[in-house]
Nanobody, 124 residues
């Protein structure tokens, strides 16, 4: 079993930056693929970014490429999402997810573990 706790959300003006963190506990974190997803009101949960356990592979949604960066620190059992040049359309609840397979995946149904989410609001 894996427990995931997100932090770092908040209110920011358009063009600003935030860094989300997700701390994991319970299972060997270093062997998990980690992903970030987001869900805006009235919309389905969508893929944002993912990173394999070795950090050898990363993947981003087209909407965030060049603005967001996913990284991980296996010694701290933590994955990060650095978000720059934020836009109002980035407003959503952001969720951290984990999976035991060693590949980046964009389908949320393929992830085994989820955090509770952290709200990100970008004002125009």
């Amino acid at each position: 079993q894996v427990q995931l706790v997100e932090s770092g959300g908040g209110l920011v003006q358009a063009g600003g930056s935030l860094r989300l963190s997700c701390e994991a506990s319970g299972r060997t974190f270093s062997r998990l693929t980690m992903g970030w997803f987001r869900q805006a009101p009235g919309k389905e949960r969508e893929f944002v970014a993912a990173i394999t356990w070795s950090a050898g592979s990363t993947r981003y949604a087209d909407s965030v490429k060049g603005r967001f960066t996913i990284s991980r620190d296996n010694d701290k059992n933590t994955v990060y999402l650095q978000m720059n040049s934020l836009k109002p359309e980035d407003t959503a609840v952001y969720y951290c997810a984990a999976d035991r397979l060693s590949m980046v995946m964009v389908d949320p149904s393929q992830y085994d573990y989820w955090g509770q989410g952290t709200q990100v609001t970008v004002s125009s």
